[in-house]
């Protein structure tokens, strides 16, 4: 049985739904960002990153998004969850590279600009771009890289719970979704597969 270790409102939210998509055996354990539970030595034990995701598998503990979620898809293959083409597999992880190294990025410097700088007047520039760098982002996922009715196109992979989840912080971060009316019919999309709904449920208790 998989364990995987999240934090509500964060990017594991992703790999909890591919998880649940793929009908794997696993349990969640929540950590408590607000008392810095993924700093603890406990946690850091398990993820010296001190962040999550981190997915505990019988062969050792996995990070970062894209390899959770490719490694979760080739673990279940009857789900089908990723296409079986090489080049459309390398275009998935293409789209999901983006998510992780771009636009999260972009998202994290609203709250995280200690990460790249020392000055507090830095910190409030940051912020200050980030409505502006996740619009961009999302500009360019919503013209050429959502393909329809979901990212690959007819297939539904791990692509899918990856850009919902990215997209949940769209608001926030102060982006306009009338600007994105394929994203944002996506989302409904997602919204409405039991997987999804069960996940944000228990993620929400």
């Known amino acids: 049985m998989f364990k995987l270790y999240y934090a509500p409102g964060t990017c594991a939210l992703a790999s909890h739904i591919a998880l649940e998509e793929a009908g794997a055996p696993y349990a969640a354990e929540r950590l408590d960002f607000k008392n810095s539970q993924q700093t603890s030595p406990q946690y850091l034990a398990i993820n010296p990153k001190g962040r ?43 789209f999901n590279s983006y998510l992780c190294s771009t636009v999260h990025v972009s998202h ?12 507090e007047s830095s910190f409030a520039d940051m912020k200050r771009k980030v409505p502006e ?3 961009a982002g999302f500009a360019l996922i919503e013209r050429d ?7 690959m196109g007819e297939q539904y992979t791990v692509c899918d719970p990856y850009l919902f989840t990215i997209g949940l912080w769209l608001e926030a971060d102060g982006v306009d979704l009338a600007t994105l009316p394929k994203v944002t019919a996506h989302r409904e999309r997602m919204s409405e597969r039991p997987a999804v709904q069960k996940v944000l449920a228990e993620e929400k208790a």
């Open 108 to 119: 994290a410097h609203k709250m995280r600009g200690y990460r790249w700088a020392a000055e």
């Open 52 to 94: 999550v995701p981190a997915l505990v598998t019988d062969r050792g503990t996995l990070t970062e998004t894209p390899a959770i979620l490719a490694y979760i898809a080739q673990s279940f293959p009857q789900a089908r969850l990723v296409p079986d083409d090489a080049f459309a597999f390398a275009q998935a992880q293409a």
């Open 133 to 135: 760098t996740m619009a």
């Open 145 to 151: 890289m959502l393909k329809g009715p979901w990212v």
